[in-house]
């Protein structure tokens, strides 16, 4: 998995097989996961600083198109996506004006 081919999908589930309970994902930093009571750290040491756009499209992806639009709307918003096989909170903001996501596995 590299910068430009990854999935949330592929994220949630390596965060997971690492013991996390978050998946951090922000426009211009690597994705990070956070395990109980540590540091947030890298999910994959391969892939680099997340494209904005690219961000974007996959998070809409994920939403529905209606929530999408309010999320557009108001720039922030709680979603449960499904997502390997069960239901995935996501807290999605703008953080200067780029997409960001915290994934609460």
């Known amino acids: 998995m590299t910068g430009r081919d990854w999935m949330f999908e592929d994220l949630v589930l390596r965060a997971e097989e690492e013991g996390a309970g978050r998946l951090h994902l922000a426009a211009g930093a690597p994705p990070l996961m956070r395990r109980r009571?540590?540091?947030?750290?890298?999910?994959?040491k391969a892939i680099g600083p997340l494209e904005p756009a690219r961000?974007?499209?996959?998070?809409?992806?994920?939403?529905?198109?209606?929530?999408?639009?309010?999320?557009?709307?108001?720039?922030?918003?709680?979603?449960?996506?499904?997502?390997?096989a069960r239901v995935v909170r996501l807290s999605l903001y703008r953080a200067s004006g780029e997409w960001a996501a915290v994934a609460h596995l």
């Open 37 to 44: 009571g540590e540091d947030l750290m890298p999910v994959d």
């Open 55 to 84: 961000l974007a499209r996959e998070l809409s992806r994920l939403v529905e198109p209606e929530d999408w639009r309010r999320l557009e709307l108001t720039g922030s918003g709680e979603v449960s996506v499904f997502c390997c």
